[in-house]
């Protein structure tokens, strides 16, 4: 699960709570945060796939004039580097994109959209390039998993979606 992912739940929330406002309509609110971690994310052949990352998000949030939140842009910026735990061969992610949430109008649903390089990871931080997912994106929210799924993609991806990712990220590191 990459820092993004992790991000995920918290960007979701505000962008469907939202903070609450007055009845009048609001003037757009502005926000900012950063997140870091370590985790495990795979488990390779023979190795743990150690995930480390920071991300710093910053967004605006928009109201309708009853105080809804109508939309949320969020500016991504992250560094992660997974590292192979027994040889210590490592790729360094970076991502820099925009996750837009519109609502869907009668709902309390939203729109996920993401634009962007989602994922370039390089060797070293500095090439060759072992992975990509660059262009555009839309979720549709899938009741029956409880995640978002893509539905429209455009731009290239060397990324499978799910769990078929983590056997890319296991060999970029091998």
């Known amino acids: 699960m990459t820092v993004r992912q992790l991000l995920l739940p918290l960007i979701a929330g505000c962008a469907m709570l ?3 406002v007055p ?4 003037p757009p609110e502005h926000f ?3 997140e870091s971690g370590t985790e495990v994310l795979a488990h390779c052949d023979g190795f743990d796939l150690i995930l480390a990352g920071t991300g710093t998000l910053r967004g605006t949030r928009f109201f309708n004039e009853s105080g809804e939140v109508v939309k949320v842009i969020i ?3 992250i560094e992660e580097t997974t590292t192979n735990s027994v040889t210590g061969k490592y790729v360094v992610n970076r991502g820099v994109f925009q996750d837009f949430f519109t609502r869907i109008r009668g709902t309390d649903e939203f729109l996920h959209t993401v634009s962007g390089f989602d994922f ?3 060797v070293a ?3 060759p390039l072992v992975y990509q997912d660059v262009g555009r994106k839309v979720f549709a929210f899938n009741p029956e998993t409880g995640e978002e799924e893509v539905v429209f993609r455009t731009g290239h991806t060397t990324l499978p979606e799910g769990s078929e990712a983590e056997a890319v990220f296991c060999a970029a590191v091998t």
């Open 32 to 34: 900012s945060f950063t």
């Open 18 to 20: 939202g903070f609450a």
């Open 125 to 127: 931080g500095r090439g």
């Open 75 to 77: 500016h991504g910026r």
């Open 23 to 26: 009845a009048s309509a609001a």
């Open 120 to 122: 370039q990871g390089k």
